[in-house]
């Protein structure tokens, strides 16, 4: 009888523990912008040194069709949050945005979500003004993905978003000077 309740207990729903004292609950529900920002009751938060996937910009799938690789990304981070119910904790704010950085928990084990995201080919190591990443361990997790051909690295026309920005901004800096 005992071992029965034991594994009727076992079965049966349970609350899910609070985050740690300083780090918050990321849920299904909030409003993602992008496959790196979302908003929960009126803040902005985003990935600490994380670049997803612009959206509006295009990569072409195996069946040669043109697909939103911002929309990708979007996806991914949904479905995480969605399995993992990651847990956050904000590192700084800046400019109405708080950066954070995420675990999700996989069975046991606590990832990195931005990590996870990288090493899955769905988001990219956040790059600094000048050119370097924000946080390193990214840097070496995106060149791992693209060595594998992981998600979006394995389309041939899909392009870094730092470099999208970049020419971005060296466009309007040529422009400017003129």
Same mark, same amino acid.
């Given at each position: 009888?005992?071992?029965?309740?034991?594994?009727?207990?076992?079965?049966?729903?349970?609350?899910?523990?609070?985050?740690?004292?300083?780090?918050?609950?990321?849920?299904?529900?909030?409003?993602?912008?992008?496959?790196?920002?979302?908003?929960?009751?009126?803040?902005?938060?985003?990935?600490?040194?994380?670049?997803?996937?612009?959206?509006?910009?295009?990569?072409?799938?195996?069946?040669?069709?043109?697909?939103?690789?911002?929309?990708?990304?979007?996806?991914?981070?949904?479905?995480?949050?969605?399995?993992?119910?990651?847990?956050? $904790?904000?590192?700084?704010?800046?400019?109405?945005?708080?950066?954070?950085?995420?675990?999700?928990?996989?069975?046991?084990?606590?990832?990195?979500?931005?990590?996870?995201?990288?090493?899955?080919?769905?988001?990219?190591?956040?790059?600094?003004?000048?050119?370097?990443?924000?946080?390193?361990?990214?840097?070496? $997790?995106?060149?791992?993905?693209?060595?594998?051909?992981?998600?979006?690295?394995?389309?041939?026309?899909?392009?870094?978003?730092?470099?999208?920005?970049?020419?971005?901004?060296?466009?309007?800096?040529?422009?400017?000077?003129?």
């Amino acid at each position: 009888m005992r071992k029965a309740l034991s594994l009727l207990l076992a079965l049966l729903p349970t609350s899910v523990s609070a985050a740690p004292a300083g780090y918050f609950d990321l849920l299904p529900g909030v409003t993602l912008e992008t496959g790196d920002m979302w908003v929960s009751n009126g803040e902005r938060f985003r990935l600490y040194g994380v670049q997803s996937c612009l959206r509006g910009t295009s990569y072409t799938d195996k069946h040669g069709q043109k697909r939103d690789c911002g929309e990708a990304s979007l996806a991914v981070l949904a479905a995480y949050i969605k399995d993992t119910k990651p847990v956050c $904790a904000p590192v700084v704010k800046k400019a109405g945005i708080a950066y954070v950085v995420c675990y999700a928990t996989v069975g046991k084990e606590r990832l990195d979500l931005a990590n996870v995201l990288i090493t899955s080919g769905y988001a990219f190591a956040g790059l600094n003004g000048e050119g370097m990443p924000y946080h390193v361990p990214y840097a070496v $997790a995106e060149k791992l993905a693209r060595d594998k051909r992981a998600g979006l690295w394995q389309f041939e026309d899909v392009q870094h978003p730092a470099i999208l920005l970049s020419r971005e901004v060296n466009a309007r800096t040529k422009k400017a000077d003129q």
